[in-house]
């Protein structure tokens, strides 16, 4: 972009362009400098991605907030009463539980990645020739080969 520069205030200094000519392709470059930028922040990188949360079905959800407060000091997080969903960790979700059979399985587990938006994460998917799915339980998701759902969120 320097040398596009660099060459519209040379034609500008040598009279072979106008002020308006020099003013118009400025400001091109920087609507295109712009919009390339937003292009870029709108595209989902998973290189800096983390392992946001992982849910799990279980049988009795209090017995399984008592095992996780008590054995590793998690904390209550959120709750979903409809959808019998409790979320524990610490100051942040890390583990999930819902009261669904079977029971006993990781239903999901979850990759955090930053810029995250639904949209984003469709294309990206669609690009790879993916379907994406998006309910309550899994969120925004794909599926692994061996048929796991993969759900992507904010990283956080």
Same mark, same amino acid.
């Given at each position: 972009?320097?040398?596009?520069?660099?060459?519209?205030?040379? $034609?500008?200094?040598?009279?072979?362009? %106008?002020? $308006?000519?020099?003013?118009?392709?400025? =400001?091109?470059?920087?609507?295109?400098?712009?919009?390339?930028?937003?292009?870029?922040?709108?595209?989902?990188?998973? %290189? =800096?991605?983390?392992?946001?949360?992982?849910?799990?079905?279980? =049988?009795? /959800?209090?017995?399984?907030?008592?095992?996780?407060?008590? =054995?590793?000091?998690?904390?209550?997080?959120?709750?979903?009463? !409809? /959808?019998?969903?409790?979320?524990? &960790?610490?100051?942040?979700? /890390?583990? %999930?539980?819902?009261?669904?059979?079977?029971? &006993?399985?990781?239903?999901?587990?979850?990759?955090?990645? !930053?810029?995250?938006?639904?949209?984003?994460?469709?294309? +990206?998917?669609?690009?790879? &020739?993916?379907?994406?799915?998006?309910? !309550? +339980?899994?969120?925004?998701?794909? $599926?692994? !080969?061996? &048929?796991?759902?993969?759900?992507?969120?904010?990283?956080?």
């Amino acid at each position: 972009m320097e040398a596009i520069i660099s060459d519209l205030v040379s $034609r500008f200094e040598k009279g072979s362009l %106008s002020r $308006r000519e020099l003013v118009q392709g400025l =400001t091109m470059l920087a609507a295109s400098s712009t919009a390339a930028s937003a292009a870029a922040q709108d595209e989902i990188d998973f %290189s =800096t991605a983390n392992i946001d949360h992982v849910s799990m079905q279980v =049988t009795d /959800l209090q017995r399984s907030v008592d095992f996780y407060q008590k =054995t590793f000091g998690f904390t209550f997080v959120s709750e979903d009463k !409809p /959808l019998n969903i409790i979320r524990l &960790g610490h100051g942040r979700t /890390l583990v %999930s539980f819902n009261l669904q059979q079977p029971t &006993g399985i990781v239903d999901h587990f979850s990759i955090g990645v !930053p810029r995250f938006t639904k949209e984003a994460a469709t294309r +990206y998917f669609a690009a790879r &020739g993916l379907r994406t799915g998006d309910d !309550p +339980y899994h969120g925004l998701h794909v $599926r692994d !080969p061996d &048929g796991n759902y993969v759900q992507v969120s904010a990283q956080r």
